[in-house]
């Protein structure tokens, strides 16, 4: 009997433990060769020039908007940090998602810069929340504050289809001390820029 049993279990290693015919998992874009990415860099750097030569002489045709295709050629020529940086943080009340009347104005500006500046961008709007609440309050309160956000710049011209929303709720503080002022800043919605 523990012959069989023995001759059972080196069969059976000798089956699983066989040469399998699977080929090995391999990073595609480690293989891709030098040159083809060299000719895409230039493909990419060579068609950024033509866009430049366009303007040029663009502005160069017509004196009347050559002040109007210098700020259109600036506002391109932004990255998306430096645009980021230009849009206002939206600020609430103690457990509120309503936009503050002094903070309406805030969000005209950043409609402003959404669709002139940033129009080749999508929208991300981060709810935030401070500390006080539980977890899932926090988060459904952050999703209601960009909500309010999004319904702010949809109503001053901004395309919807372009505004993705989130809530980190007490996860992304702004500020970390113990006080009012504080726990203020933390209430809040920032906006972020994607491609």
Request: charged content about 25%; hydrophobic content about 35%; overall charge negative.
């Amino acid at each position: 009997m523990k012959s069989i049993v023995l001759s059972g279990v080196v069969a059976s290693l000798l089956f699983f433990s066989g040469c399998s015919d699977k080929s090995p998992a391999v990073d595609e874009m480690a293989q891709v060769p030098t040159q083809e990415v060299k000719a895409v860099e230039t493909e990419t750097v060579s068609s950024e020039n033509s866009v430049v030569n366009a303007t040029s002489e663009d502005i160069a045709v017509s004196d009347s908007s050559s002040s109007e295709s210098v700020s259109n050629n600036t506002d391109s020529q932004l990255s998306m940090s430096d645009i980021e940086s230009t849009l206002t943080t939206v600020y609430f009340d103690f457990d509120k998602f309503n936009i503050k009347p002094e903070m309406q104005s805030n969000i005209s500006t950043d409609a402003k810069i959404v669709t002139s500046s940033a129009s080749a961008y999508n929208i991300k709007l981060e709810g935030n929340c401070d500390e006080w609440g539980s977890d899932e309050y926090n988060f459904a309160l952050g999703l209601k504050r960009a909500d309010s956000v999004k319904k702010s710049l949809t109503a001053e011209g901004v395309d919807a289809s372009r505004i993705v929303m989130v809530s980190y709720g007490e996860s992304n503080p702004a500020c970390n001390d113990k006080t009012q002022e504080c726990w203020s800043k933390n209430r809040r919605v920032d906006f972020s820029l994607l491609p």
